[in-house]
């Protein structure tokens, strides 16, 4: 098992920049692929970004261009730079690990974090 601790949620007016973090622990980071996966109320979690073992990177249409995703495995730790930030981008944001290969499925995860609330303002 792996614990991830989301930060760096904020309030931010559209148009602004937020970066998120995700701090892994409990195995061999370097080993894991990670993702973003974000939530709204009422609706279901969705696919944002991923990163591989080997940093191989995918997105979301919705966010290609806006946000990038990187990953310090010597800090064991992933981030999420977001950029011009749309008020449709507001949503929990969860942090998720599995070995290997990313998956854009929730399915594919094992190992979640709690999430980081990002609210941004028209």
């Known amino acids: 098992q792996v614990q991830l601790v989301e930060s760096g949620g904020g309030l931010v007016q559209a148009g602004g920049s937020l970066r998120l973090s995700c701090a892994a622990s409990g195995r061999t980071f370097s080993r894991d692929a990670m993702a973003w996966f974000r939530q709204t109320p009422g609706k279901e979690r969705e696919f944002v970004a991923a990163i591989s073992w080997s940093a191989t990177t995918h997105y979301a249409d919705s966010v290609k261009g806006r946000f990038t995703i990187s990953r310090d495995n010597a800090k064991n730790t992933v981030y999420l730079q977001m950029n011009s930030l749309k008020p449709e981008d507001t949503a929990f944001y969860y942090c998720?690990?599995?070995?290997?290969?990313?998956?854009?499925?929730?399915?594919?995860?094992?190992?979640w974090g709690q999430g980081t609330r990002v609210t941004v303002s028209s």
């Open positions: 998720a690990a599995r070995l290997l290969a990313f998956r854009i499925a929730v399915e594919g995860y094992d190992n």
